[in-house]
């Protein structure tokens, strides 16, 4: 190959055909995949294949894209979603997720990791699509149909580190600098020297997912450890180039963060100095809710437990906007009290939540089924984007464990005691399962077929009025302004109002174990549209009457 500027090589090879396999011979000496491989057909370890891209015909054309407001979100992991583990099966399922009423799916990551079961966050070729999941054609036929349903496709995408195991980018480059240190280890190198190929790397990467894959929108893991003190921070060169291409492309392209510093500059425009994401997870409005449901008070679930907690994620999005925290023994965050509703993506469960509790359980093995609903009704009726984690719609039992199939025994030992060290401490009772077996990934599967048993069925019904309602009503948007909490303490409950010009919801919810009799100050007459309690429910019975007239 002969040397171009600033790191680069170049060759022209003709008659080169798609699926051929290719390697690198650096130095004379090392035979290295390619860092922008688009296929490992033989894993993290074995050569590259080339992929034409042009070879697939979609059938997206009238496709234009979700506003971020309309969002209801249903993440899911391709492994464990169906039995086949693909795809493929994923798409055996997308009628039932949009009678459901999701819009819009959140892929766990899908870049090439070792072995064949994973989260994802290990993955170490960003370019290339899982094999065992089915490739880039696989994902490309995926994004097509759910295109065709009226489905969005996000993303998420990991762009603060790469797994450990096939990790060659080192031997290519400076991709990594000791100028910052990570959980990971060594931070991706986006302002040290020779950063300019490495932010061209990632850049190239979200252009690579949006035009090729037609993805949404890209979720970006853990932006708290992208370590930048660029004047143009990396974080805001996405967000212009996921915004250019929405503008060329006339549809509507998306960046959500995960950030666990409750920094609203992560969303506020670039403009005003922010990085101008889109939107990001609240973890403090899922900690606040499941802690008054579950009375969970560890580890950082110390930190909330009173319903002024969930009171101001409710109406503001953060519980902690600069105030102290006992847990991280200091003050941390910022007011997010201006922050349109659209800016905060709300959760009862997700994959962290769930998969980073030794047994990884669900919220239905932690609460009844009383408190599941009222689970629901609090995210879904809330101002901002909800978000679904695979399964919660119906109350699946199963575990979703953290599992992997690491190649390097020693590294997966690593894992397994760097999980058993983790939790010993912890008050959740049980060892974690070891993640290499297995079982830990065959008990992570869903179980569909309780979608149509008991309690299971009707909660998938209840999920699904809930929906509906908050599509249909005009004061449940995204406007946090029309949002209004009134505590009551002293029953453990709370009442909302979402009041438009044009039509107003109340809603009580009670966190105590007990029926509660509460005052309604209010002159107005109110319809039951929902009893959570009612037996069409499953609930002990119907304790509100069908109207009500509020006194002063």
């Known amino acids: 190959m002969a040397p171009e500027n600033r790191g680069y090589f170049s060759a022209h090879l003709e008659g080169i055909q798609p699926d051929c396999k290719y390697l690198y011979k650096l130095n004379n000496t090392l035979l290295r995949p390619d860092p922008v491989s688009m296929s490992q057909p033989d894993g993290v370890h074995g050569a590259s294949a080339v992929v034409d891209h042009s070879n697939y015909q979609w059938h997206d054309s009238t496709w234009k894209g979700l506003s971020l407001n309309q969002m209801v979100l249903y993440e899911l992991h391709t492994g464990t979603f169906s039995n086949q583990g693909t795809f493929r099966g994923i798409l055996s399922r997308l009628n039932a997720l949009k009678d459901l009423g999701i819009n819009t799916i959140e892929l766990m990551p899908v870049a090439q990791f070792p072995g064949k079961r994973n989260w994802g966050y290990d993955g170490v070729y960003p370019y290339a699509v899982q094999q065992t999941y089915g490739g880039v054609n696989g994902l490309k036929a995926f994004v097509d149909v759910c295109h065709q349903k009226g489905l969005a496709v996000i993303l998420d995408v990991v762009y603060n580190h790469l797994g450990p195991e096939g990790n060659y980018l080192n031997d290519y480059g400076p991709y990594f600098t000791s100028k910052y240190k990570t959980p990971w280890g060594k931070a991706i190198n986006y302002d040290d020297n020779a950063s300019d190929e490495v932010r061209h790397y990632v850049i190239q990467n979200a252009r690579y997912w949006l035009q090729e894959f037609h993805i949404d929108g890209l979720r970006l893991d853990a932006v ?8 143009y921070n990396i974080l805001t060169e996405l967000t212009d180039t996921l915004d250019t291409i929405s503008t060329t492309t006339k549809i ?11 920094d609203t500059r992560m969303v506020q425009p670039i403009a005003q100095g922010g990085c101008g994401i889109h939107s990001q997870w609240s973890d403090d409005f899922h900690h606040a809710l499941h802690t008054l449901l579950t009375h969970e008070t560890f580890g950082y679930y110390q930190d909330y437990g ?11 999005g953060f519980v902690y906007t600069g105030n102290y925290s006992p847990f991280r023994g200091h003050s941390y965050g910022s007011c997010s009290k201006k922050l349109p509703g659209q800016t ?6 997700n994959h962290d ?6 047994q990884g359980e ?7 089924f009383e408190a599941q609903k009222m689970a629901a009704a609090a995210c879904l009726l809330s101002p901002y984007l909800p978000m679904l984690f695979m399964g919660e719609e119906y109350g699946e039992t199963n575990p979703f464990l953290y599992f992997i199939h690491h190649g390097d025994e020693r590294l997966a030992q690593a894992v397994k005691n760097g999980r058993i060290r983790e939790f010993k401490s912890s008050k959740v009772k049980g060892t974690p399962p070891d993640p290499r077996l297995e079982s830990s990934f065959t008990h992570s599967i869903l179980d569909w077929s309780k979608r149509q048993k008991g309690q299971h069925k009707t909660l998938l019904h209840f999920y699904r009025f809930l929906i509906t309602l908050r599509k249909s009503h005009p004061a449940l948007g995204t406007d946090k302004q029309n949002t209004q909490i009134h505590l009551l303490p002293e029953y453990s409950c709370f009442t909302l109002s979402r009041v438009t010009k044009q039509a107003g919801i109340y809603a009580f919810f009670n966190f105590s174990d007990d029926q509660q009799n509460i005052p309604f100050e209010s002159n107005l007459k109110l319809e039951r549209i929902l009893d959570s309690s009612d037996k069409r429910w499953k609930g002990p019975g119907a304790i509100t009457p069908e109207t009500m007239q509020g006194q002063n």
């Open 306 to 316: 009173r319903l002024e907690d969930f009171k101001k994620a409710y109406k503001e």
């Open 344 to 349: 905060f993506v709300v959760y009862t469960q």
């Open 353 to 358: 939540q769930v998969g980073n509790r030794p």
């Open 224 to 231: 708290d450890t992208i370590c930048d003190n660029s004047a």
């Open 362 to 368: 669900r919220l239905a093995s932690l609460v009844d």
């Open 252 to 262: 509507k392209r998306h960046l959500i963060a995960e950030c666990d510093l409750n």
